[in-house]
């Protein structure tokens, strides 16, 4: 009688759970347009493995982020595309990268002295920091887009570090690694966005907790010390691929994943009528976001695949859902390992 119970809550769990979701959904979508733009203000980045940062909210560092700065100044900051570059006269506005959204995180000479005096001469020094990344696997990978306002030398530095905290990055700590040092210089570096791809276990162990770090720095403000622009900021994993169809397709529709129930992956294919920014994430039973796959990615029209790796997951049901333009569907898939 009481396993009879026990299966009887079970399958009513997974009747009703997905009904709350769906609830929720139709609350969230009938906002007004106003409260839909408030909300949108903020998205949160689920980075703890493969999401893509974007700095779209208005916090900064986003939630789970740090800087650090060494010589007083503001350290890294978000700078909204179209704007002016703050220290330069006759700059280009801000601009993003290919599939980028309306803002990216900037740092300068200015972000990194305490006065922002060019005749003072100070170094800067300044670090923005990931969020603790756990259990990196083989074939994972960082990738990030970066641009240099062509004027003054500068360079940019990626660290890995298996530390418990961030401050390893300020004391030379023997967890840390150097990954790579980007060097720009007005003779010679492109002024135009470029994408970098480092895997990660070729720096440290598999099953590492590792964070990552973006450090500029220069030893002579006054001579040097220009614009970065950094944007898109991936841990690649959990989307292990996306591809593309050449179908035209007349309506917007999320499919079922195949396959389904998966161990360990899936893939999760979706078509759009018209170009629209896409946002995909999978949910737990509770409606918890465990996975951002795409945030607000800018896709024309056509079928697409995003390949979802979930071995970093338990066994369970999830739910994965998509948002584009006014379109949003849930689904449910079944992780059996």
């Known amino acids: 009688m009481y396993g009879f119970v026990i299966k009887l809550m079970l399958i009513m769990s997974l009747i009703v759970t997905p009904l709350i979701l769906s609830g929720q959904e139709r609350v969230d ?8 733009a408030k909300s949108a203000d903020f998205i949160p980045a689920i980075f703890g493995n493969a999401a893509i940062e974007s700095f779209e909210g208005a916090e900064f560092p986003p939630n789970g982020w740090s800087k650090i700065t060494n010589h007083g100044g503001a350290g890294w900051q978000r700078i909204v595309i179209g704007s002016d570059v703050p220290g330069f006269q006759n700059a280009p506005a801000v601009d993003g990268p290919p599939g980028g959204g309306g803002a990216v995180a900037m740092a300068s000479w200015r972000t990194g002295d305490a006065d922002s005096v060019l005749s003072t001469g100070q170094p800067t020094d300044q670090w923005l920091i990931t969020p603790q990344i756990q259990s990196v696997q083989a074939g ?76 500029e720095h220069v030893q002579d403000n006054a001579i040097e010390g220009d614009a970065l622009f950094l944007d898109l900021v991936d841990v690649a994993g959990l989307i292990t691929s996306v591809s593309e169809s050449p179908e035209f397709p007349s309506e917007f529709v999320l499919k079922q994943n195949y396959p389904n129930p998966f161990n360990p992956s899936t893939r999760l294919s979706f078509s759009l009528p018209q170009s629209s920014k896409v946002t995909l994430t999978v949910h737990n039973l509770l409606g918890q976001v465990v996975a951002t796959l795409l945030d607000e990615v800018s896709y024309s029209s056509g079928s697409y695949d995003v390949q979802f790796d979930a071995a970093n997951l338990p066994n369970g049901i999830y739910f994965y859902k998509i948002a584009a333009g006014s379109f949003r569907e849930v689904k449910k898939m079944t992780l059996l390992k």
């Open 140 to 215: 994972d990978s960082l990738k990030f887009y970066l641009k240099y306002f062509q004027k003054f030398s500068d360079n940019l530095d990626v660290w890995f570090s298996t530390a418990v905290d961030t401050i390893a990055f300020t004391t030379a700590d023997t967890t840390d690694t150097l990954v790579t040092t980007l060097v720009f210089k007005d003779s010679s570096s492109s002024n135009e966005w470029t994408q970098y791809s480092f895997g990660i276990t070729d720096y440290v162990d598999s099953g590492s907790d590792i964070f990552i770090a973006f450090r």
């Open 29 to 36: 979508w009938s906002r007004s347009k106003a409260e839909s």
